[in-house]
């Protein structure tokens, strides 16, 4: 599985962005799929997850009520949709996927990354 994530860029606060990630080779139809990001100077932290079956999703308590994970089997995409983003939201995300149909919030768990991309929002 490679996945390539695409959307970022610079938007001011209160603005939205929408990431996509792109999954090519063996299909991950039933695979769990996360977003994590990487802040300068931070270390990677969770972002959101969504089961392989796409009914169960999790979100950090940061982003929570603000961005929404959810994927589509059939273009073996996911997506992230980022509302009223703040300055702290600034970082590289990465989505990722594990071969298992339960999501985690645990970066190790995950068996293949993108390459990431870089949101910056300016206050």
């Known amino acids: 599985v490679q996945l390539q994530a695409s959307g970022g860029g610079l938007v001011q606060a209160g603005d939205s962005l929408r990431l996509s990630c792109a999954a090519s080779?063996?299909?991950?139809?039933?695979?769990?799929l996360g977003w994590f990001r990487q802040a300068p100077g931070k270390e990677r932290e969770f972002v959101a997850a969504?089961?392989?079956?796409?009914?169960?999703?999790y979100y950090a308590g940061s982003v929570k009520g603000r961005f929404t994970i959810s994927k589509d089997k059939a273009k073996n995409t996911v997506s992230l949709q980022m509302d009223s983003l703040k300055p702290e939201d600034t970082a590289v995300y990465y989505c990722?996927?594990?071969?298992?149909?339960?999501?985690?919030?645990?970066?190790?768990?995950?068996?293949?990354w993108g390459p990431g991309t870089l949101v910056t929002v300016s206050s």
């Open positions: 990722a996927a594990r071969a298992k149909l339960s999501s985690s919030t645990d970066g190790p768990s995950y068996d293949y």
């Open positions: 969504i089961s392989g079956t796409g009914l169960s999703t």
């Open positions: 080779g063996r299909a991950f139809s039933n695979y769990a």
